[in-house]
């Protein structure tokens, strides 16, 4: 298969909102990094581009908590993530922003080249607004009491104590936070982009041509959406900061900041042209470009979904692979900024990177790691701990040992100077090692050629663990004690040293996509170009000349020491947030009642558990006849169930029902709904349902039996 022709690398573009954490580092960019610096030492034509993303309602709440405008919030922000990204050695060709010209033109021409072509529809809905502030409210502007869990400090979206995601419609007693007055439901008019209209599409992309060369995950996220059923999805919304609607009649409308966001790709990609005198448009419009999105697995279904079908309609290339990363957890729990539980890129450049001479060797010590507890494939744990075990145990201890006792004993045993090599006394040991060189390059470039960067790195680790044990068994500190008596012994020297310093050599060229400060140290005390780092050279045994003179070892790493790890255990525990505790009528009965039984299958029916619920509201599913969208009260939590009983009750008649529900059935989606339970009903022989209900009115969440 022959290579393509350029390639363009994203990484997600993180919210302008505030700094972000290690886990944001490990999910989207650190990977995208590796495999944009090994394709450029590839000499491939590459370009990688990121930016901010400043639309959407989390940056005027940001605005409000901070007393100032979303304007400043951007600003501030932009600069302190860009700042953050550098000094990380992030390498982006471009870290754009949303807020610039170029990107609201360019947003706005994608908008309308869909609309002009009648590939979106306009639906009147009815949305909450606030009368006092006289505006429509996003789903962050509404705040109420949980559902679920009865805390006050849930939102439209999403409950900050419980983790729900909630609807506004869910919320007990809501709020505006703009005016604290009730909303009120008010008509509004969007555009929306019909998801369901793409579905073949889909299918034929993702379940069949990418099914093998996806990730597991991701393959199996999207099935889940498509079989689901795809709702259209709006691509404006009400709200004062944003790009604008080009229309004549979308006056106080914006374009929803996730058909906006993506979008953001191409115009750094532009902007980068324009900055370099390049074609921006081969990047995104020749089919000979592989585009490769990095990102967290939040943003799937818009990067596998709802991003490509926009790229489709409007004639452009889609994205060959998205390795979405699962979640990087901290100390045994969810990294939260809310509940400040995070270690946010800012602290740890603070704390090690600004502390050191240049801080090269203590950002390598971050990107070793993260990669090495990458969540590829599950989620993963960032232990501070772990962290000073990988530095001390691997980085010290094994390849920068490695690296140190080569430059000392070849100045100490070679005059430092690249010793011959002997061909005529080789051994067994000697080409071993020389064949273990020479393979190593295949193993790591075909690994990161499928985005496996935590194997790849444990390639290279691995390389300089077999030539610590090479130096081990041939003791040139040995043989120089016989050199009195057997001056020949000298060779035997040579050989080993020669060997090892090229093996050194290929470990630069290895770790240079992973450990940038680390690669460019290591061709400083070879007293070679940078060039040498060219992907090509990996796997040569003759990269350092004989008899060229090399610079004195400098330590490639330092120890992290135990008083380090306990201070940031210490000041992360110190600073966490703990929920509330207040105990509401709502949390008293999950306590009592909430010990359900394992989660069951259908197979599992023997193990049941079965308890009353009381139907808070009921409504029709649209598109789908049969389905209604229940939300059950169960006393220690309120469920979504989704229940085919749509042709034998009307909603408004089954409000305040006791019910029989299965709780402890496995969730499952339904026409994009998760349904997380099922009422049980009895049919009779007419075919007609009926409801199985306790007797007599008893508190929801009561067993049966």
């Not at 006092?132 to 999403?158: H, M, V, W």
């Not at 140190?404 to 005529?424: A, F, Q």
Request: glycine content about 6%; some cysteine; proline content about 4%.
């Amino acid at each position: 298969m022959s290579l393509p022709k350029r390639y363009l690398i994203t990484s997600a573009l993180p919210y302008a909102n505030g700094l972000k954490h290690v886990g944001h580092l490990a999910g989207a960019y650190i990977p995208a990094d590796i495999y944009a610096r090994y394709l450029r030492a590839q000499k491939r034509d590459v370009v990688f581009v990121c930016g901010s993303d400043e639309h959407g309602t989390a940056i005027p709440i940001q605005a409000t908590k901070e007393g100032t405008t979303p304007r400043a919030i951007i600003d501030k922000y932009h600069e302190a993530m860009k700042q953050d990204f550098e000094d990380l050695s992030m390498s982006f060709d471009i870290y754009h922003r949303t807020s610039e010209p170029i990107h609201h033109e360019t947003a706005q021409e994608f908008f309308t080249y869909l609309n002009d072509r009648g590939e979106l529809e306009t639906k009147e809905t009815e949305q909450y607004y606030d009368e006092e502030a006289k505006t429509f409210l996003a789903d962050r502007y509404i705040k109420g009491t949980c559902p679920n869990c009865g805390s006050d400090r849930a939102f439209g979206d999403q409950c900050e104590n419980c983790g729900r995601t909630l609807s506004p419609d869910e919320l007990i007693n809501p709020v505006s936070t703009l005016s604290g007055k009730a909303p009120v439901k008010k008509k509004t008019s969007h555009w929306y982009l019909p998801l369901g209209k793409h579905e073949e599409f889909l299918r034929e992309w993702i379940l069949n041509e990418h099914k093998d060369d996806w990730r597991a995950t991701v393959v199996g996220q999207c099935k889940s959406w498509i079989e689901g059923g795809l709702q259209s999805r709006a691509v404006t919304r009400d709200l004062d900061w944003g790009i604008k609607v080009p229309l004549k009649d979308a006056e106080g409308k914006v374009l929803y900041v996730w058909f906006d966001a993506p979008i953001g790709y191409i115009s750094a990609t532009k902007q980068w042209a324009l900055n370099n005198g390049k074609d921006w448009e081969p990047y995104w419009n020749d089919k000979d470009t592989k585009l490769v999105h990095f990102i967290g697995k939040d943003n799937i279904v818009f990067h596998c979904i709802i991003f490509p079908i926009m790229l489709k309609l409007h004639g452009n290339i889609l994205p060959t692979n998205v390795p979405a990363n699962e979640f990087l957890n901290l100390e045994g729990d969810k990294m939260s900024t809310s509940r400040n539980w995070k270690l946010d890129m800012r602290d740890y450049i603070t704390d090690f990177v600004k502390k050191e001479n240049g801080g090269g060797q203590t950002v390598d010590m971050l990107r070793y790691y993260l990669t090495q507890i990458a969540p590829e494939t599950k989620d993963s744990e960032f232990m501070w701990k772990g962290f000073q075990d990988a530095v001390n145990s691997e980085l010290v201890s094994i390849f920068g040992n490695f690296v140190n006792r080569t430059w000392v004993l070849m100045h100490k045993l070679c005059g430092g100077k690249v010793p011959k090599l002997h061909e005529e006394l080789l051994d067994d040991e000697d080409r071993k090692l020389m064949a273990e060189i020479e393979n190593a390059k295949a193993k790591v470039e075909n690994l990161l050629e499928e985005y496996k960067f935590r194997d790849a790195l444990f390639e290279v680790i691995d390389l300089s663990r077999r030539g610590n044990q090479y130096m081990q068994k041939k003791e040139p500190w040995i043989v120089a004690k016989q050199l009195a008596e057997n001056p020949e012994a000298q060779k035997s020297i040579d050989n080993t040293m020669h060997l090892c310093l090229q093996l050194s050599a290929n470990l630069a060229i290895l770790i240079n996509p992973f450990l940038p400060n680390t690669a460019k140290k290591m061709i400083g005390m070879m007293k070679v170009v940078e060039k040498m780092l060219d992907w090509e050279n990996a796997g040569k045994l003759k990269l350092l000349s004989v008899g060229y003179t090399l610079r004195a070892p400098e330590l490639l790493f330092r120890k992290i020491e135990d008083d380090e790890i306990k201070y940031q255990v210490e000041k992360l525990k110190s600073g966490l947030v703990k929920p509330e505790t207040t105990t509401t009528k709502v949390e008293e009965a999950k306590s009592e009642t909430a010990n359900l039984k394992s989660e069951i299958q259908f197979d599992d029916f023997a193990k049941i558990d079965l308890k009353v619920g009381t139907i808070v509201t009921a409504e029709k599913v649209e598109k789908a006849d049969k389905l209604l969208k229940l939300s059950i009260d169960l006393g220690f939590e309120t469920r979504t169930i989704v229940s085919g009983i749509a042709l034998h009750f009307k909603p408004e008649d089954i409000v305040g029902k006791q019910v029989v529900v299965v709780a402890n059935l496995a969730p499952r989606k339904m026409r994009g709904i998760e349904s997380n339970g099922m009422i049980l009903m009895a049919e009779d022989k007419e075919g007609k349902l009926h409801f199985v209900s306790p007797s007599t009115v008893i508190n929801p969440g009561a067993g049966v039996s």
